[in-house]
């Protein structure tokens, strides 16, 4: 993708950076990692410092430093997040702050303006989300259709077409029809990408898997020429199967969030540091990793500040992962390049499941949909 600020690879890992930064890194640590794209939330930026201040000293990229490509989130996400605190209608949505109790508006006009006036390379379409363990049928009807109405309001709204680029976002839980109702609904706007909405919600992982590959697949799935973006993932391997799936991209405050509980991401999946195991084992966390952390701290390092409940590790461990969900991300775009895909997905998933037989069955079916065998 030729972004106004980089030319971004896929498939690719974005970090979150909700408030304007990515919790525990600096921008430059970020540009070391190779990280093309991070995200910016509308909702909270606009809450706390406001898009007024951001675009007065010169955008999101100038406000937290960043040369590279950016994405805001539209706010929707928070409808789920801030439910408590949300009334949502035809209009928008109301949000009540949590910090003074203050009341913000977020339409799709609105939340289009302020993303305008953030100025991130892709923003998104407010949509109308729905947890994807919500027990009503009628909600989900609801949303999948408000949300096409929604994005030909964000389509008239959007002031910048030729500096950012709007995504759409496909909506209806887990229901196929109603999916299928908001692919081709949204694929008829012909827009320069589209992203995967509603998941990662606490649904089955069987579920996750067959709504992605219904959005990714050849004909009547989302445009293969365009973007396809799956919200909200960040577990290694759900990034890998999406990937052999069909999608583009991915963002989740997965690896920094898991870092500061002290757990780090490896090959093999992930490391507890908080555990005794690690007080006198002195390997980096993973010896193929070229990050700063492995370079120059030792397994029983962390696990003393973990065990402490240093500040510090959250940095080490965080600035690790980040730099795995990038390596990750270079190894599938090399595999599919070099045309040995398949047999990068199979030597992944066996070093996270060195038992053939305990490889979960979603994992075998999801595979399997792409043509691909463990064996």
């Known amino acids: 993708m030729t972004l106004p600020h980089f030319v971004a690879e896929t498939p690719m890992f974005m970090p979150v950076g909700t408030k304007g930064t990515v919790k525990g890194l600096t921008s430059q640590q970020l540009v070391d990692l190779n990280c093309h ?27 937290m430093n960043w ?33 003074d109790g203050s009341l913000m508006m977020l339409t799709p006009e609105r939340s289009i303006a302020i993303q305008n006036m953030l100025g991130a390379d892709i923003i998104m379409a407010l949509d109308d989300v729905v947890s994807s363990v919500n027990t009503t049928p009628e909600r989900f009807e609801e949303a999948t259709h408000r949300t096409t109405r929604w994005i030909d309001r964000c389509i008239k709204a959007h002031a910048r077409t030729h500096e950012q680029n709007l ?39 069987d579920d996750f898997w067959r709504v992605v590959a219904q959005c990714t697949a050849p004909e009547t799935g989302l445009p293969a020429d365009k973007p396809r973006y799956v919200m909200g993932v960040g577990y290694p391997l759900d990034i890998v199967i999406c990937s052999a799936l069909g999608a583009d991209m991915y963002d989740s405050v997965y690896p920094t969030r898991t870092a500061r509980f002290g757990v ?5 999946g992930v490391l507890k540091l908080k555990n005794i195991g690690f007080a006198e084992d002195f390997r ?30 959250a940095m080490l461990v965080s600035l690790h992962n980040i730099a795995y969900t990038q390596r990750l991300t270079r190894q599938i775009r090399t595999a599919i390049s070099e045309q040995r895909f398949p047999e990068f997905v199979r030597s992944f998933v066996m070093l996270q499941y060195p038992i053939e037989s305990n490889v979960p069955k979603w994992v075998r079916d999801a595979l399997a949909e792409c043509d691909i065998s463990l064996v």
């Open 167 to 205: 995504f759409a976002i496909v909506q209806g839980g887990l229901n196929k029809d109603l999916r299928g109702i908001s692919i081709r609904d949204l694929s008829a706007r012909n827009l320069p990408g589209y992203a995967i909405g509603g998941l990662a919600g606490g649904e089955s992982k």
């Open 264 to 268: 780090a991401l490896v090959p093999s």
């Open 67 to 99: 040369p590279r490509g950016m994405l805001t989130d539209s706010g929707g996400f928070q409808m789920v997040s801030l439910l408590h605190l949300a009334e949502i209608t035809e209009e928008g949505v109301q949000f009540q702050s949590p910090v």
């Open 37 to 63: 794209v991070i995200l910016g939330n509308t909702y909270h930026l606009e809450e706390r410092p406001g898009s007024d201040l951001v675009q007065e000293l010169g955008g999101l990229h100038k406000f």
């Open 284 to 313: 980096p966390l993973d010896e193929e990793c070229s990050c700063m952390t492995c370079k120059k701290y030792t397994r029983a390092f962390l696990h003393n500040l973990v065990a402490k409940g240093i500040p510090f590790a």
